[in-house]
């Protein structure tokens, strides 16, 4: 049993060590960010209103009244109601809700035609031919074009019909060199509820142009 403990310890210690000199030969490089960290989404309390900023990103959004920030790792700021109970104790599944709701913002810094340009191209292509969206929908996927603060976007469903039926929604936004990402995991008992958030959640976002 402690032979385990060992084992697990010093695998532990190789991923620390293994991160540790990725971000030192990245500090070194002077390489730019590709997706912006936590710690650059600012909350304000503004009365009775918590304001999000994001300065470097130019973005701002209001948090969902009587939410709560998690730190969940699956997007750049995540928010849930209190009483969120999560479907499956998992860590890459935290967001997907058997009660309450969840939304995540993530930015991603992606110039279009770089080697860092994973979803930029991707989403603006359907953007400006939302034609090319019909013969991607099916029982499963669902895309259309939305706006958010005025800019078209990106609206992508995956549907899941079986075990914890629900939807996950995704809108991407690509504009001035970045990806802005906002989610939200519509399952379990509450998901017309949180669908209701997200809506409201999406017309508190300001992006700057």
């Known amino acids: 049993m402690e032979k385990k403990y060992i084992y697990i ?3 532990c210690l190789v991923l620390f060590l293994s991160i540790f000199i990725f971000w030192i030969m990245n500090k070194e490089k002077n390489e730019p960010l590709i997706i912006s960290p936590s710690y650059s989404f600012i909350v ?25 920030v998690t730190n969940d790792l ?14 499956k ?32 191209s991707s989403n603006k ?12 929908n099916s029982d499963t996927r669902a895309y259309s074009i939305i ?27 690509p504009i001035n060199d970045k990806v802005y990402l906002f989610e939200s995991d519509l399952f379990g008992e509450d998901q017309e509820e949180c669908k209701t958030h997200f809506d409201n959640f ?8």
Not at 89 to 108: E, H
């Open 44 to 68: 304000s309390e503004l009365g009775d209103i918590s304001l999000v900023e994001n300065e470097e990103a130019g973005l701002k959004f209001v948090i969902p009244q009587d939410w709560e």
């Open 125 to 136: 292509y359907y953007i400006d031919n939302p034609e090319d969206l019909e013969e991607m």
């Open 147 to 173: 706006e958010v603060d005025g800019i078209n976007s990106l609206k992508h469903e995956v549907i899941n019909n079986d075990n914890n039926p629900g939807r996950a929604m995704l809108i991407w936004i």
């Open 202 to 209: 999406l017309n508190t976002v300001s992006i700057k142009k």
């Open 74 to 87: 699956l997007a750049s700021f995540s928010m849930r109601t209190k009483d969120f109970i999560p479907f």
């Open 9 to 11: 310890i010093m695998a």
């Open 89 to 120: 104790d998992n860590p890459s599944s935290a967001s997907v809700p058997k009660k309450g709701c969840w939304i995540g913002a993530t930015v991603r810094y992606e110039k279009e035609g770089s080697d860092n340009d994973y979803y930029f």
